[in-house]
């Protein structure tokens, strides 16, 4: 079993930026992916970025693609979604996940997630 511990988030002003973290511990060694994902009040969770450890090669959501860079640190178990020219609508909890392929449906194990609050 793999654990998520996010971090990073907080009270940004919109057009701000913001870079999340996300330590995985436990059995990693099998994990393909890793990803982020966010729901705001309301709504439903929404796939934002994944990153094949592997590779590298990431894949962006709709909401946060051309404003975010995932990225990844395997020597430390680490991901890291930076996000730029930030919108009240990015205003969400934000969670960590792995994954078994970079696909948005093959995601799970997810961390308590890290609020992140976009102000106007």
């Known amino acids: 079993q793999v654990q998520l511990v996010e971090s990073g988030g907080g009270l940004v002003q919109a057009g701000g930026s913001v870079r999340l973290s996300c330590a995985a511990s436990?059995?990693?060694?099998?994990?393909?992916?890793m990803g982020w994902f966010r729901q705001a009040p309301g709504k439903e969770r929404e796939f934002v970025a994944a990153?094949?450890?592997?590779?590298?090669?990431?894949r962006y959501g709709d909401s946060m693609r051309g404003r975010s860079t995932i990225s990844r640190d395997n020597a430390k178990n680490a991901v890291y979604l930076h996000m730029n020219s930030l919108k009240p609508d990015d205003t969400a909890v934000y969670y960590c996940?792995?994954?078994?392929?970079?696909?948005?449906?093959?995601?799970?194990?997810w961390g308590q997630g890290t609020q992140v609050t976009v102000s106007s």
């Open positions: 990153i094949n450890l592997s590779s590298g090669s990431a």
């Open positions: 436990g059995r990693t060694s099998n994990v393909y992916a």
């Open positions: 996940a792995v994954g078994s392929t970079t696909r948005p449906s093959d995601f799970g194990s």
